[in-house]
C-alpha cells in the first residue's frame, strides 16, 4: 500500500524568507511524486512532479521540491515566500508498479502562511 | 479552455434522496477520478476510470457509484445520501499519454446532507 504523510498541518513564514513544506511517503517500489496547491476556494493545481533524474525538481511559480530516496521524503521548498504563496499544499505519492496511473494517494495537507 | 467542469457547485440535500454530480472534461483525457476533501483527511479517491467502461474503486467508495459511457463525462451518484457524505467533492482528469501524471481538477462540488 501507498501513503504519504504530512506532518505540519501548518507553516508560517515571513515574506521573503525560504520555506520549507515537508512530505514523506511510503511505498513498496520506486515512487511517483507530485505536488499540488490548492487557492480559497478553487481546485488543485499541479505544481511539480519527480518521475525519475535529477533528485531536484523544478515546478511552477519558483518552487521546487528535493527528493531523498533514503530518508524518504520529497520536501517543497521555495528560496524566498511571497504573500501570494499562501494556500494549502498537498504532497502525492503513486506506486507506479500498481499500473494504475489513476491511483494517487494525497497526503492530509499542510496550510502555508506568509505574512508580511 | 481546457478545463474540468462540475455541476453543481454547492448543493443542500435531504438524507435518501438520490442525486448526481456530474463531470466534464474537454481535454479528451482517458483518466478521470472523483475525490473527496475532508478537514484532517487531505483528499481521498472514491472511484477512478481508466476509460470509457472502465472503472475501478478506490480509497472510499461506499455510498457512491459511477459510471463513464462517455469519455468526456464521469457523473458521481449518490443513491441514498447520508449525512457522512457530506464533504467537498472534486472530479480530476489526466491524460494516458503524459502518463496520468498531472491531474487537472474541477472547481469543487460542496454537499451538504441533511
Known amino acids: 500500500a501507498q501513503s504519504v504523510a504530512q506532518p505540519e498541518d501548518q507553516v508560517n513564514v515571513a515574506e521573503g524568507n525560504p520555506l520549507t513544506v515537508k512530505c514523506t511517503y511510503s511505498v513498496s517500489g520506486n515512487p511517483y511524486l507530485f505536488w499540488y496547491v490548492q487557492y480559497p476556494n478553487r481546485g488543485l493545481q499541479f505544481l511539480l512532479k519527480?518521475?525519475?533524474?535529477?533528485?531536484l525538481v523544478k515546478g511552477s511559480y519558483g518552487f521546487e521540491a528535493e527528493f531523498n530516496k533514503s530518508q524518504t521524503s520529497f520536501h517543497l521548498k521555495k528560496p524566498s515566500a511571497l504573500v501570494s504563496d499562501s494556500a494549502l499544499y498537498f504532497c502525492?505519492?503513486?506506486?507506479?508498479?500498481?499500473?494504475?496511473?489513476?491511483?494517487?494517494?494525497f497526503g492530509t495537507g499542510t496550510r502555508l502562511q506568509v505574512t508580511l | 479552455e481546457a478545463q474540468v467542469t462540475q455541476n453543481p457547485r454547492y448543493l443542500i440535500t435531504v438524507t435518501g434522496k438520490k442525486l448526481t454530480v456530474t463531470c466534464s472534461q474537454n481535454?479528451?483525457?482517458?483518466?478521470m477520478s472523483w475525490y473527496r476533501q475532508d478537514p484532517g483527511l487531505g483528499l481521498r479517491q472514491i472511484y477512478y476510470?481508466?476509460?470509457?467502461?472502465?472503472?475501478d474503486k478506490g480509497d472510499v467508495p461506499e455510498g457512491y457509484k459511477v459510471s463513464r459511457k462517455e469519455k468526456r463525462n464521469f457523473p458521481l451518484i449518490l443513491e441514498s445520501p447520508s449525512p457522512n457524505q457530506t464533504s467537498l467533492y472534486f472530479c480530476a482528469s489526466s491524460s494516458q499519454l503524459a502518463g496520468g501524471h498531472e491531474q487537472f481538477f474541477g472547481p469543487g462540488t460542496r454537499l451538504t446532507v441533511l
Open positions: 502525492a505519492v503513486r506506486d507506479p508498479s500498481t499500473g494504475t496511473a489513476s491511483k494517487l494517494t
Open positions: 519527480y518521475i525519475t533524474g535529477d533528485n
Open positions: 476510470s481508466m476509460n470509457v467502461e472502465v472503472t
Open positions: 481535454m479528451n483525457h482517458e483518466y
